[in-house]
């Protein structure tokens, strides 16, 4: 089994930073992307970073600029440095992995964090 948790979260005021972690642990043998996503209620969850094994990344547009993700593939954790945040990012923030668990299987499987609420308000 594959748990991948989030920290980092809190209330910040608007043009204020925040670092989002997120550890995953667990039966991998590898992890090819990592992405974070964030979700409002009432609102579908929205996709906001990848970042794959090599360190490539890319960005939704509206947050270009302002985040920026990154990885330590030796502990296998994600990050999401949060720039000049605005009220309108207020959102519950989740980590997914897609993990490898074993050597002999090829196949890889989507993994999900519990989320960690982010709160941008003065």
């Known amino acids: 089994q594959v748990q991948l948790v989030e920290s980092g979260g809190g209330l910040v005021q608007p043009g204020g930073s925040l670092r989002l972690s997120c550890a995953a642990s667990g039966s991998i043998f590898s992890i090819s992307i990592m992405q974070w996503y964030r979700q409002t209620p009432g609102k579908e969850r929205e996709w906001l970073a990848t970042?794959?094994?090599?360190?490539?990344?890319s960005y939704e547009d509206f947050v270009k600029g302002r985040f920026t993700i990154s990885r330590d593939n030796t502990k296998n954790t994600v990050y999401l440095q949060m720039n000049s945040l605005k009220p309108e990012d207020t959102a519950v923030y989740y980590c997914?992995?897609?993990?490898?668990?074993?050597?002999?299987?090829?196949?890889?499987?989507?993994?999900w964090g519990q989320g960690t609420q982010v709160t941008v308000s003065s």
């Open positions: 970042i794959t094994s090599g360190a490539g990344t």
């Open positions: 997914k992995a897609r993990v490898r668990v074993t050597r002999a299987s090829t196949v890889e499987r989507d993994y």
